[in-house]
């Protein structure tokens, strides 16, 4: 480190020193895979698309006790993943509008009003200077205003799990086109996810090209944020807008970690929006990627015991695959099924490579870390 506090190299881990530590798995706010858990977040969809709504239920559902409620808390009839206080901060929506539409949110998961000490609202939409982060034009540096030193430090005091910022325009006056401008933005909104550990969701007006992918200005916005979740009307509802029945779909046309092009259909009723798909059968997640993740360990387990060791490379004779596909008990998985829980399972750390044999020789073979059945 120099006199100006500044070091001289990059942050450096050395893969090898990976070998011994488990890698946080990946996890998301809700049951649709839509919000990535402690990073940022996009919500895009036209205006009174109704993003404001769903995060609203979103938000009561993370912010619901789970001492009173110790039960699943639900968003759109699948579990909540998170926990724990919560910051809406909008930019549009006075307290007293969020009020009447919490009013509905209680009454459609069965709570009182009194049951949301954790989710605290912040009403900044009369202000003149409500932008957390500004620039003085295309091509100047985006700075944080005394507004987000402020937010910043409400942050640290109420240590939230989850951020919803209602919107990008009102909060960030930055020239939407500017690639730089887009990259700070989300960068400065990321940098807060990590350091607080926390998930940020930015909700977004998609431009009038983007209504499809909820994408608007510079490809820098959507290339910062890990997951972008678009709010729009079902491709037969009324293009026009005159009519609205209020059905809704939310789809991801941007995912880092989850799949592409997911979605759930949404009716509005009552207040709030429902989800109109079938629910998960009991036992979904055992489908074809449990089943072969499960078949994958157990092999593995079985061929370690019995002294024959299995490869990673899948350029070794004894690639783990194509071993395990030949197996008789490899109960019907398909080739390529058993390479992605290879590789899913390798991911998660659930099993790793070490070498074996004389040091020379350079080998390496998989072994089970943790088997969970």
Excluded at 54 to 62: E, F
Excluded at 224 to 247: F, I, V
Excluded at 326 to 340: F, K, M, N
Aim: glycine share 8%.
């Amino acid at each position: 480190m120099d006199s100006t506090g500044h070091t001289h190299f990059l942050p450096m881990v050395r893969a090898s020193q990976l070998a011994t530590v488990k890698p946080t798995p990946v996890e998301f706010v809700d049951g649709f895979q839509l919000f990535l858990k402690g990073d940022l977040n996009y919500l895009s969809g036209i205006g009174a698309a109704g993003k404001t709504t769903i995060c609203l239920q979103l938000a009561a559902a993370v912010a619901l006790s789970p001492h009173k409620y110790p039960g699943p808390a639900l968003w759109l009839d699948r579990p909540v993943n998170v926990r724990g206080p919560v910051m809406f901060v909008s930019g549009e929506e006075t307290a007293n509008t969020l009020h009447l539409a919490l009013l509905d949110v209680c009454v459609d998961q069965g709570i009182g009003m009194d049951d949301l000490g954790n989710l605290v609202l912040h009403d900044i939409s009369a202000r003149d200077d409500k932008a957390l982060l500004s620039s003085a034009g295309r091509g100047k540096p985006v700075v944080k205003t005394a507004l987000f030193h402020t937010f910043k430090a409400t942050v640290a005091s109420l240590r939230p799990v989850l951020i919803i910022l209602d919107n990008r325009a009102q909060i960030a006056h930055v020239d939407e086109i500017d690639r730089g401008h887009a990259t700070a933005v989300g960068n400065t909104f990321r940098a807060i996810s990590a350091e607080h550990e926390t998930t940020v969701i930015l909700l977004t007006h998609p431009s009038v090209s983007g209504e499809k992918d909820g994408r608007s200005g510079s490809t820098g916005w959507n290339n910062t944020a890990r997951n972008t979740a678009l709010m729009c009307k079902p491709k037969d509802a009324d293009e026009d807008g005159d009519s609205d029945d209020g059905r809704r779909q939310l789809k991801v046309p941007k995912a880092n970690r989850s799949k592409m092009g997911l979605r759930a259909n949404l009716q509005w009723a009552a207040g709030v929006y429902r989800c109109t798909d079938q629910p998960p059968r009991a036992g979904e997640d055992i489908g074809r990627e449990g089943k072969a993740r499960r078949v994958f360990l157990g092999l593995l387990k079985w061929h370690n015991e019995n002294g024959i060791s299995v490869s990673l490379n899948t350029k070794a004779q004894n690639y783990a695959p194509k071993v395990f596909f030949a197996h008789p008990d490899r109960e019907g998985c398909a080739y390529r099924v058993l390479e992605g829980a290879m590789h899913f399972l390798h991911k998660n750390g659930q099993i790793r490579t070490v070498s074996y044999g004389p040091p020379s020789d350079k080998t390496y073979r998989l072994e089970v870390v943790k088997c969970n059945f």
